[in-house]
């Protein structure tokens, strides 16, 4: 078993430190640290666990921020954004002075990205797998990996105390339309020669095989889109350009037109072909403006928003109020993506608004293969493990669940020394241990919609609004305390009381308090009316929801 702590004397040591993506999905971020140095790989925003207006959610990077100076460099291992969707936060914390090493996809859409968002551009230097890049004390290795974006990588990272292999996100798909495929002679090699960490994606361990190949999307796709006599809509992640390929060679051969609905879709697209990797005949792509002038069957919509994200182009033609193209019936869309958890219910409700418009839909569940995953399955899981055969094995990028199932497998294949840890937890590995070295700081970051930080007390005003409503009280009265106007009561999301006998009730209620002056000494008038009518909602209706009280007195500076 490994062990919990250090044995005696001292060595050098590495110390393995998550600030996301281990106990959760998304957010993938950790460190390694050695000799006072630390280089940070991935910095990745997650997906809102509530709906209260936050936008994205990051890892919190205090403890970054205090060890700022030891930071030699943020390494990046695809262009996802639970992999590069924190920069522009992580720069506002730490500054632009910390060097960025991306493979050219990312870097692309990182720099858009803090372009578009108005931040300084920090030093951004491209990797090419087969290169190694030395930054600080580490020497760090690109090495190709197949996932359902291009130029996605796993990283060798030569440390004092050894071989360091993260896998990144990947999988063993040996069809990879606009990439490369997994370098496996390379992971067999550097098993050879001993690796003493493995770092592994445990995202997919629950499912024992892969359901199939990216070229059979490619098949299915052609297959039903050639079958559809109306407009098809394909709702698709941006970011697989392997399926942008596919369905640019579907739009020709069946002499559809092709548009692309969607900022981050038209920013993957227009990336993909300035790097040469998607080629589009000028007569294949059409502006949105230009839908109403095709005939349906000669239209090809690509729209982001699988996920059935609320301002979203695909939720937007669900709901009929898309300003440039309106779906009827005979219409299909095609989902040709997974459904992230935690959002099953959005898409639920974004597939049936589709149907009430007499549109089909067909996903996964009636059409299988109109998606495959780009995250090794369990087999694929064990056949890295057996390439590297690492001294320790730490699970990455998954939930408790995941990284536990993907630690039994890692000790079935022989690997004595495993630690299953999340965000905040140090794993410390010296030349032969390793340990639980206590934790850092980690949490999360929300991100309100319009770019504002939502704090603890704010998220906790706006969960208890949801669930409760506001009611606000007015009232105005004389120098001698008598009332001159109002009660005025209003109510919003308390159900039930716009009914004239509740709200005669709880103004009955105010009268009284304003007249008798009683209550608590210690109190003001403002607080007894307050306590006073929110007890009332909550015996008339069962909930007790904040009340605002404005209370007006007539020849006073104050209220």
């Given at each position: 078993?490994?062990?919990?702590?250090?044995?005696?004397?001292?060595?050098?040591?590495?110390?393995?430190?998550?600030?996301?993506?281990?106990?959760?999905?998304?957010?993938?971020?950790?460190?390694?640290?050695?000799?006072?140095?630390?280089?940070?790989?991935?910095?990745?925003?997650g997906f809102p666990d509530d709906d209260v207006g936050v936008d994205v959610v990051h890892p919190d990077f205090d403890w970054l921020t205090e060890n700022a100076s030891s930071i030699?460099?943020?390494?990046?291992?695809?262009?996802?954004?639970?992999?590069?969707?924190?920069?522009?936060?992580?720069?506002?914390?730490?500054?632009?002075?910390?060097?960025?090493?991306?493979?050219?996809?990312?870097?692309?859409?990182?720099?858009?990205?803090?372009?578009?968002?108005?931040?300084?551009?920090?030093?951004?230097?491209?990797?090419?797998?087969?290169?190694?890049?030395?930054?600080?004390?580490?020497?760090?290795?690109?090495?190709?990996?197949?996932?359902?974006?291009?130029?996605?990588?796993?990283?060798?990272?030569?440390?004092?105390?050894?071989?360091?292999?993260?896998?990144?996100?990947?999988?063993?798909?040996?069809?990879?339309?606009?990439?490369?495929?997994?370098?496996?002679?390379?992971?067999?090699?550097?098993?050879?020669?001993?690796?003493?960490?493995?770092?592994?994606?445990?995202?997919?361990?629950?499912?024992?095989?892969?359901?199939?190949?990216?070229?059979?999307?490619?098949?299915?796709?052609?297959?039903?889109?050639?079958?559809?006599?109306?407009?098809?809509?394909?709702?698709?992640?941006?970011?697989?350009?392997?399926?942008?390929?596919?369905?640019?060679?579907?739009?020709?051969?069946?002499?559809r037109r092709l548009c692309l609905l969607g900022r981050s879709l038209r920013k993957q697209f227009e990336i993909a072909m300035k790097l040469g990797v998607i080629d589009v005949p000028p007569h294949c792509l059409i502006p949105p403006e230009s839908l109403a002038d095709l005939p349906p069957e000669q239209v090809l919509v690509l729209a982001g928003g699988s996920q059935g994200e609320g301002p979203s182009a695909l939720r937007r033609l669900s709901l009929a109020q898309h300003p440039l193209l309106r779906l009827e019936k005979g219409d299909t869309v095609l989902f040709s993506s997974r459904v992230i958890p935690g959002n099953e219910r959005g898409v639920a409700v974004m597939k049936n608004d589709f149907l009430r418009q007499g549109v089909k839909v067909q996903d996964q569940k009636n059409a299988p293969q109109l998606h495959v995953s780009g995250h090794a399955s369990r087999e694929e899981q064990r056949k890295m493990i057996e390439w590297v055969r690492p001294q320790t094995f730490i699970p990455v990028h998954g939930t408790l669940y995941h990284m536990q199932a993907h630690e039994l497998l890692a000790r079935d294949l022989g690997v004595s020394s495993t630690f299953?840890?999340?965000?905040?937890?140090?794993?410390?590995?010296?030349?032969?241990?390793?340990?639980?070295?206590?934790?850092?700081?980690?949490?999360?970051?929300?991100?309100?919609?319009?770019?504002?930080?939502?704090?603890?007390r704010t998220r906790r005003h706006r969960i208890e609004l949801g669930r409760n409503g506001v009611v606000s009280v007015s009232v105005v009265i004389n120098q001698q305390g008598e009332m001159i106007a109002g009660p005025q009561l209003r109510s919003y999301g308390v159900p039930g009381l716009e009914r004239d006998g509740l709200r005669a009730s709880i103004e009955k209620i105010i009268c009284e308090k304003v007249k008798d002056k009683v209550g608590q000494a210690s109190l003001s008038l403002s607080e007894v009316i307050r306590r006073a009518v929110r007890s009332?909602?909550?015996?008339?209706?069962?909930?007790?929801?904040?009340?605002?009280?404005?209370?007006?007195?007539t020849g006073a500076d104050k209220v």
């Open positions: 078993m490994a062990q919990e702590h250090p044995a005696s004397g001292e060595s050098t040591s590495l110390q393995f430190i998550p600030l996301g993506g281990l106990g959760e999905i998304g957010m993938n971020c950790f460190c390694l640290q050695q000799d006072g140095q630390i280089l940070v790989v991935d910095c990745g925003i030699v460099g943020l390494f990046i291992t695809h262009g996802h954004e639970d992999h590069i969707g924190a920069i522009p936060f992580f720069i506002d914390g730490l500054g632009s002075e910390i060097p960025i090493y991306a493979p050219r996809h990312a870097l692309e859409l990182i720099r858009s990205r803090l372009e578009q968002k108005g931040r300084r551009i920090p030093k951004l230097q491209r990797v090419d797998c087969g290169q190694s890049y030395q930054v600080g004390d580490f020497l760090v290795e690109p090495i190709e990996v197949a996932h359902s974006i291009i130029d996605a990588t796993a990283l060798h990272i030569q440390t004092k105390i050894g071989s360091i292999i993260h896998t990144g996100d990947f999988d063993l798909d040996e069809v990879q339309p606009a990439g490369h495929l997994t370098n496996g002679r390379r992971f067999r090699q550097l098993g050879d020669e001993g690796v003493r960490l493995l770092l592994s994606d445990s995202t997919n361990v629950v499912r024992e095989q892969r359901s199939g190949h990216e070229g059979d999307v490619g098949v299915a796709l052609k297959e039903l889109i050639a079958a559809q006599t109306g407009r098809v809509v394909v709702g698709l992640f941006s970011s697989n350009v392997h399926r942008l390929d596919q369905l640019v060679k579907i739009a020709l051969s069946s002499r299953t840890i999340e965000n905040g937890q140090v794993v410390s590995l010296e030349e032969a241990q390793a340990y639980r070295a206590g934790s850092v700081p980690a949490g999360k970051v929300r991100v309100a919609y319009g770019g504002q930080t939502l704090d603890a009332e909602i909550y015996r008339l209706s069962g909930v007790k929801p904040p009340v605002e009280v404005h209370l007006h007195r």
